[in-house]
Nanobody, 123 residues
Framework: QVQLVESGGGLVQAGGSLRLSCAAS????????MGWFRQAPGKEREFVAA????????FDADFVKGRFTISRDNAKNTVYLQMNSLKLEDTAVYYC????????????????WGQGTQVTVSS
């Protein structure tokens, strides 16, 4: 089993940057694909970005291409989401998740979820 704890959220002005971190417990972090999802009030949880077990490949939602970057450090059991050029519509609770890698962009592909971290972008 894997426990995930996100951090790094907060309030930022439009155009600013934040880096989210997700620390995982356990010794098997490198055996999981990792993803970031987000959920805004009244909306469904949506895919943001994902990374393979080794970090050799990443997948991004169209709305974050060129702005967000997912990375991982398997030695530190941590996955990151660097968010640049933030927009008002990026306001949401951001969740990290761990899964088998069968469905990188869908919630059903992930077995473990963190509690989420709030990101609020102001004008």
């Amino acid at each position: 089993q894997v426990q995930l704890v996100e951090s790094g959220g907060g309030l930022v002005q439009a155009g600013g940057s934040l880096r989210l971190s997700c620390a995982a417990s356990g010794r098997t972090f490198s055996s999981y694909a990792m993803g970031w999802f987000r959920q805004a009030p009244g909306k469904e949880r949506e895919f943001v970005a994902a990374i393979t077990r080794s970090g050799g490949a990443t997948f991004d939602a169209d709305f974050v291409k060129g702005r967000f970057t997912i990375s991982r450090d398997n030695a530190k059991n941590t996955v990151y989401l660097q968010m640049n050029s933030l927009k008002l519509e990026d306001t949401a609770v951001y969740y990290c998740a761990a899964g088998s890698g069968s469905y990188y962009t869908k919630t059903k592909g992930y077995d473990y979820w963190g509690q989420g971290t709030q990101v609020t972008v102001s004008s």
